[in-house]
């Protein structure tokens, strides 16, 4: 339904920062929740952070104090701030969009974000 492609991720190092950005292409990205998520190898997926269209946010509970999700609606584009980075936030990232009210998510392919000294 959406087309999402994130970037941003890479190699940093602990306590560093990092921003990812996703972009969306539709004619609607005012009508979804976006997303992150990660997923660490041999790890279960997590929630990171959502956003709505009018910017109510929600971060689990390893982002909060340390992450910030936001949007911007006339660049149909969502991005992850990433503060005092440690290691294991290594994972891959992964965006989302879910259209509020059908149960249905977009997601990305994901980029990688690595936290090493």
Known sequence: QVQLVESGGGLVQ????LTLSCAAS????SSY??????QAPGKQRELVATITS???TNYGD?????FAISRDNAKNTVYQQ???LKP???AVYYCTASRVGLGL????????VTVSS
């Open 14 to 17: 602990p306590g560093g920062s």
């Open 26 to 29: 539709t004619s609607s990205f």
């Open 33 to 38: 929740v976006m997303g992150w998520y990660r």
């Open 54 to 56: 009018g910017g109510s």
């Open 62 to 66: 390893s982002a909060k104090g340390r």
């Open 82 to 84: 990433m503060n005092s």
């Open 88 to 90: 294991e936030d290594t």
């Open 105 to 112: 998510t977009s997601w990305g392919q994901g980029t990688q």
